[in-house]
Structures are given as C-alpha cells and as structure tokens.
C-alpha cells in the first residue's frame, strides 16, 4: 500500500529554510481533497511519525502541522516532541476560555503556536500572549490589515507567516508590511512524498491498546507483547524512535529495547495516536504470516541454545528478515535507515555471524530442506526432529493469532 504526505517549505528573509508544513494527501495528485479534517491530521502524524519518518521528511527542520478542535482538546500536540512540531490552530476554531487554556497549557511545556488563515478579530487578542506565528493568506491581506500586523508586532513580538506568496512584487510587499516569514508558490509548489507503507494494525492489537490506554495502571510488558505480535506495530515503533531521537537514538537491538528507548509516556502516546486510525488484518498477508513465524522460531531456538539473552533480538531479526518484501527497498537500506543494531544485520547478512547459521537453519526448516536443516542441526547440537515440532507450534502461535484478529472484527 502506498502511503503520501505534501511537504511545503517556509523561509526566512534570506530564503534559508526554516520550518516545512505538513498537508495531507491521499495520492499523487497535489490537493486537498476535502477527507475530515481530524482524520487527516491523524493521517499526516501517522504517515509522517511512523510510516515515511519525520528525519526524511524534514531532515530536522521543524514540522508545521493543522490541529483541529477535537484534537486539541484531547491533547494530542504534546504526544509529539516540542522540538519538532509547530502547532497551528486552525482558523475554523472559534475563540473560547478552553481554546485559551489549551494554548496556555502548550506555551508552558515548551511549544511553538501558531494561528493558521488568521482574519483579524478582537475576540482572539487574549491568546496573543501564547503565539508565536500567524499565518496570513497574503492574496487577501488589505491595507487596514497591514496596519494592525505592524501594531501586534511591537505589543507582542508575534512572527508573521505570509502565505499563498506567488509573485516577486507581493513578496516585497510582505516584506514591507512586516512579515518575516513566507511560503507559496514563488518558491515552491508542495511536494507530495510517496512511501510504501505496511498495512494497518490488526484489529486484535487496537483493542488490546484501547483497553491498555484506559487502565490507571500501564502494563509494558503486555504492550511490548502485543507489539511483538504485530510487524506493522514493530515497524512503526522502530520509525517512532528515529523520528523522535533523529540522530541520536542508539542502535535497537530489539522491539522491548525500542519501547524503552522511547519511554512509557511517549510509548503510550503513540500507541494512542495508532488507535485514532481503523484498523485491518495484516496477516492475510501471507509475508507478514511468514516473518511471525520465522521469528517464533528463531525465539525458541535461542531458548533451546541457552541464549536467554539474545532471544529477544532474534525474534527481532526474524520481524526485520522479510521487510524489504513489504516496503520493496533493499533490506540493507531499511535497517540503516531503522538503526538496526549491527549483530542483527551481521545475522542476516555475514555467514561467519552465530546468528547468521541460526537463520539459515531456520529458513532450510521454513523450505523444507531438510537435508540442510540436519546438517545444520547437527552444527549446532540440535535434534531436527525436535526443531520439525517446534517449527510447528510456531506455525499454530500464528493460527491463533489470527483466530483472535478474525473474532475481534465479529465482535
């Protein structure tokens, strides 16, 4: 399935870069095309955070995303690190005392405000204390706007956004008015980013995090298994962490350590987010199947082996062995870009690696080649008859898996 989001720049008076904004697309045509409005924000979060990656997207320049009332309200800006969004407050939200409290709330842990399509209206003069930017559709500005833009800037020292800027004259002319900022297609029309994206959540996972999220206590271990159960959770997990660490995540070594690197509150945040979004059934598709299986697998082998410790990152590699089937890039170049640890890309790839005769024993049991399977079975000091049966309750975890994602879509 592919996946999109239009990215269009804002500059500064030198025309450096200073912050993208984050538009919804729903294909390749370069419009808005009129989808809810707080769908389409939980769509450009999701598809930004956890599916193409917000450091390939911006490359750590701040994102400006449209926040409707109802997603405000629920809080949603603060599951996102303040260093790397800017909240626009949409110009469809009337003024209230809980619009005032929301962006108070906001401007205290740190975050950048913005209001978006501003018309200027005295009922919104409490909030400028709390605002950084206003956006203004420049194609409309008059004069008697202009003025009050000079006088809101001495007051309050609120940055002004000029938008819809087509033509060399309108942008002196903003530049004139006292804008400081600019965006529109006198430099660049938005570009709509394409990725290939794993499916949904399974229905299993989303109510299994539904329940979580309303309990006063929050149950890790249990979400780190419901994750481990679902590669499209693990994939966005893995692109969650790089999103919000950028360059600085370590590299993962497994899903448990990707949830810790992240924390509980962040953790808890993005599980929530994922559950705005409907869900679907993954594991009719038959390379997903396969990867919980191989992983399963690689899991009890590790146990068989005495290798407690590694258990976790081998049922990790076995996640990661089939993405580059999924999002159809070079498997290397995805776990570059995931900040995969090295021994499980050494396990993959390098034949003098233990986890690398692990896998191959593995994948000889998955195609049935059982005279390499025994050979390496004897490597290793294992019974291949024994590793025949746990392949299949391996197999049957999985059928079980499905059963529960089948009955939770009846209910």
């Not at 499980?344 to 005769?357: A, P, Q, S, T």
Request: net charge negative; hydrophobic share 45%.
């Amino acid at each position: 399935m592919d996946i999109y989001v239009g990215r269009q720049p804002i500059l500064n008076k030198k025309y450096e870069l200073f912050g993208y904004e984050l538009l919804y697309r729903s294909g390749e045509q370069n419009f808005y095309d009129s989808i809810d409005g707080d769908h389409a924000t939980i769509d450009v979060l999701i598809n930004s955070f956890m599916n193409i990656g917000i450091e390939k997207l911006t490359n750590g320049a701040r994102c400006f995303i449209n926040f409707t009332e109802k997603l405000l309200e629920k809080n949603i800006p603060l599951y996102f690190p303040n260093k790397l969004i800017v909240v626009e407050i949409l110009e469809t939200i009337p003024y209230s005392e809980k619009l005032l409290h929301i962006c108070k709330n906001l401007k205290e842990k740190g975050y950048i405000i913005a209001l978006d399509d501003f018309v200027f209206q005295a009922d919104y003069r409490p909030l400028f204390p709390y605002i950084d930017f206003i956006k203004i559709d420049f194609f409309d500005l008059n004069i008697e706007q202009a003025r009050y833009i000079q006088n809101i800037i001495k007051q309050y020292n609120i940055q002004f956004i000029a938008e819809k800027v087509e033509t060399h004259d309108q942008l002196q002319l903003a530049t004139h008015h006292g804008f400081s900022y600019f965006q529109g297609y006198f430099f660049n029309k938005p570009v709509v980013l394409k990725e290939k994206s794993l499916p949904k959540i399974t229905n299993t996972s989303r109510l299994t995090l539904l329940k979580q999220m309303n309990q006063a206590e929050f149950n890790f271990d249990k979400i780190v298994k419901t994750i481990e159960n679902d590669p499209s959770l693990a994939y966005r997990l893995l692109k969650v962490v790089n999103s919000f660490f950028l360059y600085s995540s370590p590299k993962i070594k497994s899903i448990r350590h990707a949830a810790i690197l992240l924390g509980a509150s962040y953790l808890r945040s993005w599980l929530t987010i994922l559950t705005f979004q409907e869900a679907s059934n993954p594991f009719e598709n038959e390379v997903i199947v396969n990867s919980l299986i191989r992983a399963k697998m690689l899991e009890q082998v590790a146990v068989c082996l005495n290798m407690h410790e590694e258990k976790d990152s081998l049922f990790f590699m076995g996640i990661c062995s089939s993405l580059h089937i999924l999002l159809e890039r070079p498997l290397a170049d995805i776990l570059d870009e995931l900040n995969v640890d090295e021994a499980i890309k050494d396990g993959l790839f390098k034949e003098k690696h233990l986890f690398f005769g692990l896998y191959q024993f593995v994948l000889a049991i998955e195609l049935n080649d059982l005279m390499k399977a025994k050979q390496l079975a004897e490597e290793l000091g294992l019974s291949l008859s024994e590793a025949l049966l746990w392949y299949q309750q391996c197999i049957e975890w999985v059928v079980q898996l499905q059963r529960n994602s089948v009955n939770s879509e009846q209910r």
